[in-house]
């Protein structure tokens, strides 16, 4: 399940294709991490919207997800952003968050945009 999330991840957080091995072990782990501290339940359906997001292109494109091009790999995705159907578009965000976590979570990575997370809680979002 990885490897799919990672595939779909190059096109979402584009430096991904740029990391080294040690990188993408480092975003497969904490995204591993997360997926196995949830429901089962919850897993199946990641599990099964991912094969949806790799094999629907078949429909239109005659290609898996992982053999379309770049820019129609941009289309696709966009189209399940904007799905008609609830469920397709959870199932985006849902991706999506994890790519996120798991590339912007890295410490070298929030250093370097500034990512300070507060140790307290939230307390500074209500002043003084």
């Known amino acids: 399940m990885i490897d ?3 595939c779909v991840g190059e096109r979402i957080a584009p430096g991904i294709t740029e990391l080294d091995e040690a990188g993408h072990a ?5 995204i591993q991490h997360a997926l196995d501290r949830r429901r089962p339940a919850l897993r199946r359906q990641l599990a099964i919207f991912l094969a949806v997001l790799r094999w629907s292109p078949v429909l239109r494109y005659g290609r898996r997800f992982d053999r379309l091009t770049p820019a129609r790999q941009d289309a696709v995705l966009r189209w ?3 799905a ?3 469920p397709l578009r959870q199932g985006f965000w849902g991706v999506r968050t994890l790519i996120y976590m798991g590339y912007y979570g890295r410490p070298e990575v929030a250093e370097a945009i500034g990512y300070r997370p507060s140790r307290t809680g939230n307390a500074f979002l209500h002043g003084p």
Do not use: I, Y
Not at 26 to 30: E, T
């Open 80 to 82: 399940f952003h904007d």
């Open 84 to 86: 008609p159907l609830a």
């Open 4 to 6: 799919s999330l990672l």
């Open 26 to 30: 480092r975003v497969s782990a904490m």
